[in-house]
């Protein structure tokens, strides 16, 4: 069967955040414009329609016509639909009793912070790294202790002498890792993820990897799960779900795995995760347990259609550097190249060439100001449209410069 990704679902009207909540995002970046005709890529949520047996499974829970409390573990097909997934996309075994049911990943790498660590102490992030870790380290009372990354000929690397540095410091006790890593796009080697986890188990810190990109990679790149490297996992909680695979965040049903029974003990006091709903549970279970055939097809078709627009961006904005990212479907764009501004910038992307992305200081606030993070997560035409928008403006500009 061949899954249409040519053509977006029209999603106006349909509660969707990404299109039907402005307010939300001018809080964010107050000069969007977000109108009818904006294409929107600033957001990690694809346009197209869910696998088929996620949609039938919906449909199921809706003639149950009876919608009280549920809990993770009034599925028993739930636990069986991750340990599945894992032996056939990863070749990892999982026991049912490493997994902890979660609101979200997000959720897992806050309660990660808040079991293991005390307000006013550091969690390690490496950036550029996805915001929203930033923000739940501040919002729990941490700190963040910044190992930044190293960018050599076109690739992000782990600066090990750093990260030795700051694993060695007493008051930080948790590293956040993004693997892959969100905005840059890195799938983390086997030997890397190992040496992370050697580093950290030293010091006594903690590491949470969020591998929610985890089945987004491409073709002969192999994404290795933090749990599959090293025998000791006395250190290790891993947080993943089906939210960026089938595109499901809505449903809000995500897990843990934590292997150690004492470090799952500790995470697990005082822990109280959200009741998923009989939707999140239907959709989980069919996306792993029936929807295989539809990531395979997503993943052609994000090869195909980054691919496209790296080539695109290399054509039409030639002082833009970027590259095509090993994992996710993120594209992280080096603007610095221009000399404009981040204002200057926003008010080109955003306004004049009507094309919504994220800054990329939101991601690095030190060293992230002449860059911006698209996202892949429309059809391919529309992605060009956007690349071809925003040259038009440069152009535009460019040239109002020359005659002033």
């Given at each position: 069967m061949k899954h249409d990704f040519d053509h977006a679902v029209k999603r106006f009207g349909t509660y969707s955040m990404k299109w039907d909540d402005d307010d939300f995002f001018r809080?964010?970046?107050?000069?969007?414009?977000?109108?009818?005709?904006?294409?929107?890529?600033?957001?990690a949520d694809m346009d197209f329609r869910c696998a088929p047996a996620i949609a039938r499974a919906m449909h199921r829970v809706a003639d149950f016509e009876n919608f009280g409390y549920t809990t993770a573990s009034s599925a028993p097909e739930y636990k069986p639909s991750i340990i599945g997934w894992y032996h056939r996309r990863h070749g990892v075994e999982i026991k049912p009793e490493w997994i902890v049911h979660s609101n979200g990943a997000l959720d897992g790498v806050q309660q990660t912070i808040l079991a293991f660590s005390q307000p006013g102490e550091g969690v390690i992030l490496c950036r550029p790294i996805y915001r929203n870790f930033t923000s739940v380290i501040q919002q729990t009372g941490r700190h963040v202790a910044n190992c930044q990354m190293?960018?050599?000929?076109?690739?992000?690397?782990?600066?090990?002498?750093?990260l030795e540095q700051v694993c060695a410091q007493p008051e930080n006790k948790v590293f956040v890792l993004c693997s892959p890593q969100n905005p840059v796009g890195r799938v983390w080697t086997r030997e890397e993820l190992a040496r992370i986890a050697e580093v950290c188990r030293k010091n006594g810190v903690v590491v949470v990897s969020d591998e929610i990109h985890s089945d987004i990679v491409r073709k002969g790149v192999k994404h290795v799960p933090i749990i599959d490297v090293v025998e000791d996992l006395s250190n290790i909680i891993m947080v993943s779900g089906t939210n960026k695979t089938f595109n499901l965040m809505g449903l809000h049903c995500a897990y843990s795995i934590i292997p150690?029974?004492?470090?799952?003990?500790?995470?697990?006091?005082?822990?109280?995760?959200?009741?998923?709903?009989?939707f999140a549970l239907a959709g989980m279970i069919a996306a792993y347990n029936e929807s295989e055939d539809w990531v395979d097809q997503l993943n052609d078709y994000l090869d195909d259609t980054?691919?496209?627009?790296?080539?695109?961006?290399r054509e039409k904005l030639p002082k833009v550097r970027t590259y095509i990212p090993e994992g996710s479907y993120v594209l992280w764009l080096d603007f610095s190249g221009y000399g404009y501004s981040t204002a200057l910038l926003m008010e080109l992307i955003n306004q004049r060439a009507n094309v919504a992305l994220q800054r990329g200081a939101a991601h690095d606030p030190d060293q992230g100001g002449g860059?911006?993070?698209?996202?892949?997560?429309?059809p391919k035409a529309t992605v060009l449209e956007a690349v071809d928008r925003i040259a038009k403006a440069f152009r535009e500009y460019e040239k109002e410069e020359k005659t002033k």
């Open positions: 809080i964010i970046t107050p000069n969007l414009r977000l109108d009818k005709d904006t294409i929107r890529l600033n957001l190293l960018y050599k000929n076109g690739r992000y690397e782990m600066d090990w002498e750093g150690n029974a004492a470090l799952r003990e500790k995470f697990q006091a005082g822990y109280e995760s959200a009741m998923p709903t009989a980054i691919a496209a627009v790296v080539e695109a961006i860059f911006m993070r698209l996202c892949v997560t429309a």
